[in-house]
T-cell receptor, first 114, second 116 residues
Framework: AQTVTQSQPEMSVQEAETVTLSCTYD???????LFWYKQPPSRQMILVIR??????QNATENRFSVNFQKAAKSFSLKISDSQLGDTAMYFC???????????FGTGTRLQVTL | EAQVTQNPRYLITVTGKKLTVTCSQN?????MSWYRQDPGLGLRQIYY?????VTDKGDVPEGYKVSRKEKRNFPLILESPSPNQTSLYFC????WGRGSGANVLTFGAGSRLTVL
């Protein structure tokens, strides 16, 4: 069974600074997909970024980028120029290429401060 | 607007009183799924459906039922709710494959359920 581990329950960063959220996963699959979802206080689940394992290039979306280390099974999220609106719970998620199940980590609560 | 709609958004009920949380999507997605979110546990999958009349158990299916009679609807049924089913529930849908938007779950707004 696949597992997703987020070892940082809570983090804090000052506005305009950079922060990195960690995620590791365990799988024997070679083809899979990785995601970061954001859950602000409104509770809505919002996709931040996704990465296909067959792509070596790290995905980026504006201020959000990932460091995908396939051999190490690591998928960290970097938020640059942090904004107050980035305050949220962030979930890392994994989906095998051959299955329909999406497995989530336990989340990292990020607080952006002035 | 492409969306997943779930109702009710909030519900307080009592132990043993059957309830249904509805979920509907307008994106013609084959895949639909239910998750529950509990503090410190992240999101855990309850049931999922690959298409009409095709459903399967997730990680925590006990105490829940689902059906998929139409592509757009995927209701979650609690036949005899118990306090340990107090949680935040999310319905989500997607299509699998490659290309833009593939494999990305679109979530409903969540349903906060309290069982007394």
């Amino acid at each position: 069974a696949q597992t997703v581990t987020q070892s940082q329950p809570e983090m804090s960063v000052q506005e305009a600074e950079t922060v990195t959220l960690s995620c590791t996963y365990d799988t024997s699959e070679n083809n899979y997909y990785l995601f970061w979802y954001k859950q602000p206080p409104s509770r809505q689940m919002i996709l931040v970024i996704r990465q296909e394992a067959y792509k070596q290039q790290n995905a980026t979306e504006n201020r959000f980028s990932v460091n995908f280390q396939k051999a190490a099974k690591s998928f960290s999220l970097k938020i640059s120029d942090s904004q107050l609106g980035d305050t949220a719970m962030y979930f890392c998620a994994f989906r095998p290429g051959t299955a329909s199940k999406l497995t989530f980590g336990t989340g990292t609560r990020l607080q952006v401060t002035l | 607007e492409a969306q997943v709609t779930q109702n009710p958004r909030y519900l307080i009920t009592v132990t043993g009183k059957k309830l249904t949380v509805t979920c509907s999507q307008n994106m013609n997605h084959e895949y639909m799924s239910w998750y529950r979110q509990d503090p410190g546990l992240g999101l855990r999958q309850i049931y999922y459906s690959m298409n009409v009349e095709v459903t399967d158990k997730g990680d925590v299916p006990e105490g829940y039922k689902v059906s998929r009679k139409e592509k757009r609807n995927f209701p979650l049924i609690l036949e005899s709710p118990s306090p340990n089913q107090t949680s935040l529930y999310f319905c989500a849908s997607s299509f699998w494959g490659r290309g833009s938007g593939a494999n990305v779950l679109t979530f409903g707004a969540g349903s906060r359920l309290t069982v007394l």
